[in-house]
């Protein structure tokens, strides 16, 4: 089957997530190589989606980034009451812990970060919101799976488990994976050490949404060294404000 029209620009829009220039920029044949196709169909279609306003051309540089228009339809996407309900519950977290706090979703078989707030710690600014993550190895994409049976876990995560990872703390099959679910299921919160990431280490906590339901996870990250020793008070504060934000999200209702 062809590709259709609007598959190929939303492939171009994509695109834009990968590394590129600082600022999110992108030149014609980056972009190219991105999506596999000619520079020169490709630098048309960047040239139609600037008329819309969708991205923005560098005069000096030419390169392209993602332009104001779709930045304020993104507003719109998602779960926006759980964004609202929870930027000032990342807020707080980060004046309590000293770390960068997130909101992560599950989006098929990945956890996918969408919100982010900086702690002063930070050593780099950015880089989490659009990234997506196995779940089998990580604080937020177990977290995600609290509620899921052994059969979806391991739907989910068939394909990442049979992969080799550099991270040795991570779950080397589904009994060691199920296992650990099912502690950090009854203590309420996940911990991710040295596993997607060597030097890395997360902590989770699932969001339910007003009907119970996980609707996304609190995290917590930092380098090991700074927050090994801490996972368990973390842990306690991520529990306490997916708490406030379930209700926050309740009151919303009423």
């Not at 030149?27 to 008329?51: P, T, Y």
């Not at 995290?219 to 306490?240: E, F, H, K, M, Y």
Request: hydrophobic share 40%.
């Amino acid at each position: 089957m062809s590709e259709s029209t609007a598959e190929r620009v939303a492939a171009l829009l994509l695109a834009f997530e990968n590394p590129g220039q600082a600022g999110g920029e992108h030149s014609v044949g980056e972009l190219a190589r991105a999506v596999g196709r000619e520079r020169s169909q490709v630098s048309r279609m960047l040239k139609a989606l600037a008329r819309s306003g969708l991205v923005e051309q560098d005069p000096d540089r030419r390169t392209y980034r993602l332009g104001w228009n779709l930045r304020i339809l993104s507003t719109g996407a998602g779960n926006y009451p759980l964004v609202q309900a929870t930027r000032p519950a990342l807020q707080a977290l980060v004046a309590k812990t000293g770390e960068v706090a997130l909101l992560s979703v599950q989006e098929g078989n990945r956890s996918l970060t969408v919100l982010r707030e900086e702690s002063q710690q930070s050593l780099q600014a950015g880089g989490w919101v659009g990234r997506r993550s196995p779940m089998h190895c990580t604080a937020s994409g177990r977290a995600l799976m609290f509620d899921f049976d052994d059969e979806l876990v391991e739907t989910l995560t068939a394909n990442d488990l049979n992969t080799p990872t550099s991270a040795p703390g991570a779950p080397k099959d589904l009994a060691s994976l199920l296992h650990r679910i099912e502690l950090e299921r009854a203590r309420g919160y996940a911990v991710a050490s040295e596993e997607v990431e060597i030097g890395l280490t997360s902590v989770a906590a699932p969001v339910r949404d007003r009907l119970g339901h996980i609707a996304g996870v609190l995290n917590v990250s930092a380098p090991t060294s700074r927050i090994i020793t801490r996972t368990d008070s973390i842990g306690q504060l991520l529990i306490a404000a997916s708490r406030a934000i379930t209700q926050n999200l309740r009151s919303r209702r009423n």
